[in-house]
């Protein structure tokens, strides 16, 4: 599987259809199971005999199997696992689709200065939220610097021309952070070039909705309270249309030890868990790869500078971060707010 629910199900299970508790309308319907170690669902507006949406499903499904068998930490026969393992210093060919992810993830680290690092997987692993299986305790200050000496995007070297890969040091390579909004990218790309036009793609949180709903309407999508003890409450409530949203947070996955608690959320510049007042970051994008991406980012470098970063990249961006007071302080970027206005985006009663 690509991911574990501890990695990436609470990067992006923040995200919730506002209206998800309520039957679908007739002319509604829903493709649903399990896969990546989280869940699925996919929305269909329109008219389908049971025979055409089982072959949609099988579809969908077929995508995103092989999004999970390029790209899975989890799997040894994976692509990424053989490139993982491979020797350091040598070309390796890589799918098309593979090479498309580490392209994107290599231009979001060097826009964002390396708070985004796909050779983060030792890292990520020492902390007990990757495939390798460790105790759930702090790491050393010698095993976190050992791990962070193996991390660095610029030692994965790319080369589009030829379609290969060449790891300079022995880094981990782990796209927890960016392939489930790639598997979201591919699931809408081949359910349009079904001819279905109106859908809302779910993977484990990341969204992507084209079209409108049955109704005509945009989909709405709940921007979820960042609180572990209040479960899927809707801070903010957003009307979409031909555009993905991903978050990143970090109070639904993380550990505690010695009464301290450890974000899933790793800085690859330091090799500690994020520790700010930044809860939630939203991204709005037309790839859902790219917002997965930068939400990630700018959950990494917290609430300043993921500010300055998004007005600086012209990013449709919401964070909420933890006030002073006890509560919580929402921030849109301008470019969210020129998509939005101010009073779509103030918080729900």
Known sequence: MLTLPRLLLPFLALLLLSACSTDPEPQQ???QGSIFGSFYQIT?????????LDELHQGVLEEMRAVDASMSTYRDDSELSQLNQGET?????VSRSLLTVLEASDKIARASDGAFDVTIGGLVNLWSFGPEARPLETPSDSEREQRLAEVGYRYLELDSEGQRVRRQRDVFVDLSAIAKGYAV????????EQGVDN???NLGGDLLAMGVRSDGEPWRIGVELPDSDQMEVAQHILPVRDMSIATSGD??????????????????RTGLPVSHKLASVTVLH??????????TALMVVGTEAAQAMAEQHELKVLLLSRSEAGGWDSWASPAMLA???EEALQPVE
């Open 29 to 31: 319907h829903r493709l």
């Open 44 to 52: 269909l507006a329109g008219a389908f005999t049971e025979a055409e």
């Open 89 to 93: 210093g040598e070309w390796v060919d």
């Open 185 to 192: 990218d591919r699931v809408s790309q081949w359910l349009l």
């Open 199 to 201: 859908h809302l793609v």
């Open 251 to 268: 109070y639904r996955n993380y550990f505690e030890a010695d009464g301290q608690r450890y974000s899933h959320t790793i800085d690859p």
């Open 286 to 295: 037309p790839a859902n790869m790219i917002a997965d991406g930068w939400a």
């Open 339 to 341: 998509l939005y206005g």
